[in-house]
C-alpha cells in the first residue's frame, strides 16, 4: 500500500469510527476532530493553573458524557480524546491530564499549517463518499463553511453536537496517555 493509499485509509477509518460513536456530528466537528489529531488541542489558555481549574469544574459538572471511549484520533503522531469522567472514576491525577493537554497547545502554537487546506478537501470527500454528510444540518453546514472563508479560528464543537453529547474530554498526547496507563492498565478496554 503506497503513503496516500494509507493516509486515505487513516482517514477513512477516522471518520467511520466518529461516526460510530458519535452519528450526529456534523462537518464543523469533523474538521475540529482532525485538526486535533494533526495539531493537538487549539485551546486559548495562559498557564496550566487555568488548564487545571477548567478541568476541576468540568468534572463537576452533571451533564458529563459518561459513554465516550477514550479515542485514538492519531494520524500523523500519537493523539488521545481522553473523556474527563475517567478522572473520576478512575482516581485519575489531573495533573497528568493538565500536562499533556498543555504540550498539544504548545504543539500546536509550533506547528505550520502548511497542507492542511489539502488534507481538509480530501477529508470533505472521504466524508461525503462514505454518505456521512447526508446527515448534515444545512444551516450548521452553511454556518462553518461562512466562518472557515472569513478565516474564523473553529474552536468549538457544533449546537447538535453539544446537545446530543456533551463533551468534556481533553486531548493527551502518547506520552500523557502512557503515563495513564502504567497506573491505569485496565483503560486499555476503553480505547478505541
Not at 503522531?77 to 493537554?101: A, E, Q, T
Amino acid at each position: 500500500m503506497n503513503d496516500i493509499d494509507q493516509e486515505r485509509e487513516q482517514i477513512r477509518a477516522l471518520i467511520i469510527k466518529e461516526a460510530k460513536i458519535h452519528e450526529k456530528a456534523q462537518l464543523i466537528d469533523y474538521y475540529k476532530l482532525f485538526y486535533q489529531s494533526i495539531f493537538g488541542a487549539n485551546h486559548i489558555v495562559s498557564d496550566k493553573i487555568s488548564v487545571g481549574l477548567q478541568i476541576e469544574k468540568e468534572i463537576e459538572s452533571l451533564f458529563m458524557n459518561l459513554s465516550d471511549p477514550i479515542m485514538d484520533i492519531s494520524l500523523e503522531k500519537k493523539i488521545y480524546r481522553f473523556p474527563l469522567y475517567f478522572i473520576v472514576n478512575k482516581k485519575i491525577s489531573i495533573s497528568v491530564i493538565v500536562d499533556s493537554f498543555y504540550n498539544t497547545i504548545l504543539r500546536s502554537r509550533r506547528m505550520k499549517s502548511s497542507g492542511w487546506e489539502k488534507l481538509w478537501e480530501k477529508i470533505k470527500e472521504e466524508i461525503h463518499c462514505l454518505g456521512i454528510s447526508d446527515n448534515f444540518d444545512d444551516k450548521t453546514t452553511e454556518e462553518f463553511n461562512t466562518g472557515l472563508k472569513k478565516g474564523e479560528e473553529i474552536l468549538h464543537h457544533s449546537r447538535i453536537y453539544h446537545e446530543n453529547y456533551a463533551p468534556h474530554y481533553r486531548i493527551i498526547d502518547e506520552t500523557g496517555m502512557e503515563k495513564i496507563l502504567s497506573k491505569n492498565p485496565d483503560l486499555k478496554k476503553y480505547i478505541e
